[in-house]
């Protein structure tokens, strides 16, 4: 059995951060439930298209033993080339849909990924879906499943309806893609003149028409696409023996009688589940937990941060990746995150951060520690714990080596994923060296080398913005 839709134009190549087996392994950690180490852990991705995402972890973690199934064959040829390109042996990937691991003798599974599958597939292949989760997790795995949410894909819902007037679902991809944007601008122009609709349906327009094609055709033209109440899934899981934990992004865990409310007020189109087996109960996150972790945050500084600034009553503002202004004033929250952001995507250890944001902040370890709500910090998005110490390193060394994900992903015009997980679009003159960071060449040989094009950009620059973007492993 293969999927004529996915085999027709193969999805776009995404990576996860949410769905990193060692995040699972944090959240699951954080409210107290026992984890699998990941020496010899067993992974699962259901419906793992080209294989981007368990190629990383692979990868990234050679010490997982991984399987990556998908009914698309063409998807999974191209996921099996690139691990062979990888050198990468340990993980396996076959052309199968998740109802053939009902017979399959797969045994059981430490983490599930199981991500854009749930709400793009028939009502039967989705309790199907439930069930191989119910039977595949082991005692204390941790799963990971993404699903559309009610109420806010509705508005996604609505433009799929007015596509569908335009596009001929029996045209090739390219065609629908065309006759879609097409649509959608006109859908653009008319909304200009009626402001109500605009002000509801602009987001989501906007969205489609920025979305990559493979992404549009899939999301927004196929005939399966469901959106959910969060609460009807947690019964649903529950049916089968199995816990909606929490969101993976660790979000409203402070008040989870609101998170159904929350999805309304903030018109939540999509849930990221973190699902383990209901003998586990769900609990609330434990700070001393935290304290044995690496921590990071997602924020970035707007200022230059100084001891003057953080110690009296000003105020410091932090930009989100997703454009967010966020202002802290609190001494001791101030310390930690300003801290954490001069650390850009560098993870330091919980026990040198307070420290160091002790430091800043004037006060003693303890006293700096009794000031934070660090679970709230957790929850709000604005520091993100690891079990796992980083997998790279943050200086450009004598011999610099990338990836051999990275470079192919340079080498074939992808994205390229980072050892943290996120996909980031380099330049022409940029992939152009890290495609050369096999770790044969000193910087000597790079700047020899790479000289014909260092008129397009400087060398120097483009390792530094490795060195911080976790591209670097040695
Ligand atoms: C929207 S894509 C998501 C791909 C990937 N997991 C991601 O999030 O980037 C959905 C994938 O589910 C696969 N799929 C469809 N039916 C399936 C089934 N019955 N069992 C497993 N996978 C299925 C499709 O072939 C496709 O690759």
């Given at each position: 059995m293969t999927d004529p839709r996915y085999d027709a134009l193969a999805y776009a190549d995404y990576v996860h951060r949410d769905a990193d087996v060692a995040h699972l392994a944090t959240v699951a950690s954080l409210l107290g439930h026992p984890v699998a180490p990941l020496r010899g852990a067993r992974v699962l991705d259901i419906g793992c298209a080209q294989g981007q995402h368990l190629l990383a972890l692979a990868e990234l973690y050679p010490e997982l033993e991984a399987l990556g199934i998908d009914p698309s064959e063409r998807q999974i040829d191209e996921a099996r080339r690139r691990a062979e390109r990888l050198g990468l042996k340990n993980l396996r990937f076959e052309a199968w849909p998740a109802e053939r691991l009902l017979e399959a003798q797969e045994g059981a599974f430490d983490f599930v990924v199981c991500q854009g599958v749930y709400s793009w597939v028939s009502a039967s292949v989705r309790q199907t879906l439930v069930e191989v989760l119910g039977r595949a997790l082991a005692r204390d795995g941790v799963a990971f499943l993404g699903f559309n949410t009610q109420p806010g894909w509705a508005l996604g819902q609505v433009l799929r309806h007015a596509l569908a007037q335009y596009v001929?679902?029996?045209?090739?991809p390219a065609r629908q893609i065309a006759t879609a944007r097409a649509a959608l601008g006109l859908l653009g122009q008319s909304l200009e003149r009626t402001t109500p609709a605009r002000a509801a349906l602009g987001a989501e327009l906007d969205r489609a028409l920025g979305a990559d094609p493979a992404y549009l055709f899939h999301e927004y033209l196929s005939p399966e696409n469901h959106a959910f109440y969060r609460a009807d899934v947690v019964a649903t899981l529950r049916a089968a023996g199995l816990n909606y934990c929490c969101d993976a992004d660790l979000s409203g865990l402070d008040d989870r009688s609101l998170l159904d409310t929350l999805d309304v007020i903030a018109m939540r189109r999509y849930h990221s589940a973190v699902v383990v087996r209901a003998h586990h109960p769900v609990g609330a996150i434990d700070p001393e937990r935290l304290v044995a972790m690496h921590w990071v945050t997602p924020l970035a500084l707007t200022q230059d941060i100084t001891p003057g600034l953080v110690r009296s009553d000003s105020r410091l503002t932090f930009e989100h990746p997703d454009g967010q202004r966020i202002t802290l004033s609190d001494v001791a929250a101030k310390a930690l995150v300003g801290t954490l952001a001069a650390h850009r995507h560098r993870p330091l250890r919980a026990v040198d951060a307070l420290s160091r944001a002790a430091r800043l902040a004037d006060l003693d370890t303890p006293t700096l520690w009794r000031q934070l709500a660090p679970a709230a910090l957790v929850t709000r998005g604005w520091l993100r714990p690891s079990v796992e110490a980083p997998r790279w390193v943050d200086a450009v060394s004598e011999h610099p080596r990338a990836s051999a994900l990275a470079r192919d992903d340079a080498a074939t015009g992808r994205d390229v994923t980072t050892r943290d997980l996120r996909q980031l679009t380099l330049t022409p003159f940029e992939r152009a060296v890290l495609c050369q960071l096999d770790g044969t060449r000193d910087l000597a040989a790079l700047w020899r080398d790479l000289a014909p094009q260092a008129l397009e950009g400087s060398c120097g620059d483009a390792l530094n913005t490795f060195a911080q973007n976790a591209l670097l492993i040695g």
């Open positions: 001929d679902p029996s045209a090739a």
